[in-house]
């Protein structure tokens, strides 16, 4: 694989049209920013922000803003797969696909871009291939999960930061209330999506993460219990207690003495 040029956030005024009708002798990445118009080898797409596109070589193809007053906003990569790369079977080429983690990918091909431009060349390489590799893996997974991804709609990568930000911070109160406004959704919606997405009710993964979170605390330091069930967003010791021992079949006193086992945390 080589990385030939590319671009982040480009922004192109409404006239712009981008016309190759013969193609080119790369692959192209496109994240699309903007809604955008495209004919790709004879088929026309009307796509939303947040589609992502990999241009296959010799194919033809035009885009624009089908908004007269509207810029062409994208992120670009083009490069090379060598014959045979097996990167080149793993997601179609011409078919446009929407993304789950639209600013993650966009954050790689900049970093690409930054290696390329500023890193030495004893480990551009290195660092490149691997930031490719990354950004292949998300791109594939977002389209071989379009049906889930549909579903959530705009709402995904926002549960997907906040489910990150539960688990980065147990100790909080996390109110399923707040959490739908800020969504702009119902309550029941937002439980919906919740474990549409990620396979289990918002409750429940809470406690998940408290007992975990509880399970390392207990392993690794000398806090006293009911420290470690203040430390885990538990206002109530026998609350925590309870949930605890459902989960892990036996209380916290009792775990921090068994011999650790391997376990994921």
């Known amino acids: 694989m080589k990385i030939l040029r590319g671009g982040f956030a480009s922004r192109h005024d409404p006239s712009f049209i981008l016309s190759r009708p013969y193609g080119q002798a790369n692959h192209v990445i496109l994240l699309l920013r903007s809604k955008a118009e495209y004919w790709i080898n004879g088929q026309h797409y009307l796509l939303k922000p947040g589609y992502a596109l990999i241009i296959a070589p010799e194919t033809p193809y035009r885009y624009h ?3 007269p007053k509207g810029c062409l906003s994208d992120d670009w990569l083009h490069f090379l797969l060598e014959e045979g ?27 690409i871009l930054w290696e390329q431009a500023y890193t030495s060349s004893e480990y551009a390489d290195s660092n490149i291939n691997a930031l490719f590799l990354v950004l292949w893996n998300h791109l594939s997974a977002a389209y071989h999960s379009q049906e889930n991804i549909e579903k959530a709609g705009p709402y995904l990568s926002k549960l997907k930061n906040l489910r990150l930000e539960m688990q980065n911070t147990p100790m909080k109160k996390h109110n399923i209330n707040k959490y739908a406004e800020e969504l702009c959704i119902s309550v029941s919606h937002f439980q919906y999506l919740y474990s549409h997405t990620f396979g289990i009710p918002f409750q429940n993964d809470l406690i998940q993460m408290r007992v975990s979170y509880a399970k390392i605390l207990l392993r690794t330091t000398d806090f006293s219990v009911e420290q470690i069930s203040e430390m885990c967003g538990y206002t109530n010791c026998v609350h925590f207690f309870r949930q605890f021992k459902q989960i892990a079949g036996i209380t916290p006193a ?3 003495k068994v011999k650790p086992a391997a376990e994921k945390y």
Do not use: V, W
Request: proline share 9%; charged share 25%; with cysteine.
């Open 254 to 256: 009792k775990y921090r």
């Open 85 to 111: 790369d097996a990167l080149a079977d793993s997601i179609p080429c011409n078919i446009p696909f929407l993304l789950d983690d639209f600013e993650s990918c966009s954050t790689i091909i900049r970093q």
């Open 65 to 67: 803003n089908p908004d």
